[in-house]
């Protein structure tokens, strides 16, 4: 069984603060993909990641790839209440169909 | 974009009634689509994989005639729980693959099932 432990598991901070979240595995994934799930929704997808060593940005998220791709970050900067939410890694492995989800990092942005 | 659907958003039921969940891929075709399920404050499992025409293909500890799932077309698949207890009140998530592309998942947004 392959897994993805994410740390923290939960994260209270304040507006305009700086954080970094992480998703650790064993294994080795062909791609690796961040979401960011609210209550009572499903996960809309954030990036994909695909070579070992990428880096993408999307605006104030930093999305960084290991470069022996069993690891990733997802770092915030200047957090805003909107960002809120259970951010999920996934990893798919060559050859399977399926996405492996982490164990999730709950993230609450104080105003 | 792509859209997945689900109906319903939300379920309520009577313990040993049956109770049908649809996943609907709107705007595309989907060979394949998974089925999750999400405990509150935790993380997505994965049920089953559904491919359109064929069996499902269940994970380890998922009983495969409690969760029936039918996939008869590139745009629905249906989750059915059978004889429901409470212990399967949970938040059924499914995800649709696009015929072709084997990289990037849609998920619907979730059926919330409370067994009384």
């Known amino acids: 069984t392959q897994l993805l432990e994410q740390s923290p598991q939960f994260l209270s901070i304040q507006e305009g603060e700086n954080l970094t979240v992480y998703c650790n595995s064993s294994?080795?994934?062909?791609?690796l993909q961040w979401y960011r799930q609210e209550p009572g929704e499903g996960p809309v997808l954030l990036v994909t990641v695909v070579t070992g060593g990428e880096v993408k940005k999307l605006k104030r998220l930093t999305f960084q790839f290991g470069d022996a791709r069993k690891d990733s970050s997802l770092h915030i900067t200047a957090a805003q209440p909107g960002d809120t939410g259970l951010y999920l890694c996934a990893g798919r492995n060559t050859g399977f169909q399926k996405l492996v989800f982490g164990t999730g990092t709950r993230l609450l942005v104080s105003p | 974009g792509a859209v997945v659907s689900q109906h319903p958003s939300w379920v309520i039921c009577k313990s040993g009634t049956s109770v049908k969940i649809e996943c609907r891929s709107l705007?595309?075709?989907?060979?394949?689509m998974f089925w999750y399920r999400q405990f509150p404050k935790q993380s997505l499992m994965l049920m089953a994989t559904s491919n359109e025409g064929s069996k499902a293909t269940y994970e380890q500890g998922v009983e495969k005639d409690k969760f029936l799932i039918n996939h008869a077309s590139l745009t629905l698949s249906t989750l059915t729980v059978t004889s429901a207890h409470p212990e399967d009140s949970s938040f059924y998530i499914c995800?649709?693959?696009?015929?072709?592309?084997?990289?990037?998942?849609?998920f619907g947004p979730g059926t919330r099932l409370t067994v009384l």
């Open positions: 995800s649709a693959r696009r015929t072709g592309n084997t990289d990037t998942q849609y």
């Open positions: 705007d595309f075709q989907a060979t394949t």
């Open positions: 294994s080795v994934f062909s791609s």
